[in-house]
T-cell receptor
């Protein structure tokens, strides 16, 4: 059974801090997704990774296929980054997204 | 246009009502998905359409009826719902089934009285 584990579950940071959210998965993937969800809102796809590293603005996502691990980094965090960040993966040959339970991030001014 | 548009944003309905949720994308994506999300839980897959044909039905009760009239539009028809069906209903699309980045809509928040 495929499982996706995220840590931490909750994270509070001061504005400007560097933030890391971790994601581990148990089976081989075709793609790993990092998603963002603001309270009561829809989901925004931040990154889709199958190897290496991607950067978009202050956000960086990395993945280590051998270790089955991915990280999402936020540099110079801002209160508007406060949201739930969700790691999700599609297994090789599968249509199904397996979601992590999410990391609730609060950035305090 | 990289948007998935869902309407309505909010819907309140009684258990005897019939209503519909609508999802639209103009990115040429050939796979579209309906998810249901309860508070503080990850989304749960309901239906998958690929090339306008229903590919996956994740054992969803028949009071939820999906429809894909064309490649840009996905509907979810609701009838005789229960209060426990109250949730955020999310639509998503991707270029093809299992391929490419997923784009999600903002969701339709449904309350069943």
């Amino acid at each position: 059974k495929n499982e996706v584990e995220q840590s931490p579950q909750n994270l509070t940071a001061q504005e400007g801090e560097f933030i890391t959210i971790n994601c581990s998965y148990s089976v081989g993937i075709s793609a790993l997704h990092w998603l963002q969800q603001h309270p009561g809102g829809g989901i925004v796809s931040l990154f889709m990774l199958s190897s290496g590293k991607k950067k978009h603005g202050r956000l960086i996502a990395t993945i280590n296929i051998q270790e089955k691990h991915s990280s999402l980094h936020i540099t110079a965090s801002h209160p508007r980054d406060s949201a739930v960040y969700i790691c999700a993966q599609t297994g090789a040959g599968s249509y199904q997204l397996t979601f992590g339970k999410g990391t609730k991030l609060s950035v305090i001014p | 246009d990289t948007e998935v548009t869902q309407t309505p944003k909010h819907l309140v309905m009684g258990m005897t009502n019939k209503k519909s949720l609508k999802c639209e994308q103009h990115m040429g994506h050939r796979a579209m998905y309906w998810y249901k999300q309860k508070a503080k839980k990850p989304p749960e897959l309901m239906f998958v359409y690929s090339y306008e044909k229903l590919s996956i039905n994740e054992s969803v009760p028949s009071r939820f009826s999906p429809e894909c009239p064309n490649s840009s539009l996905l509907n979810l028809h609701l009838h005789a719902l229960q209060p426990e069906d109250s949730a955020l209903y999310l639509c998503a699309s991707s270029p093809f089934l299992n391929t490419g980045e997923l784009f999600f809509g903002e969701g339709s928040r449904l309350t069943v009285l």
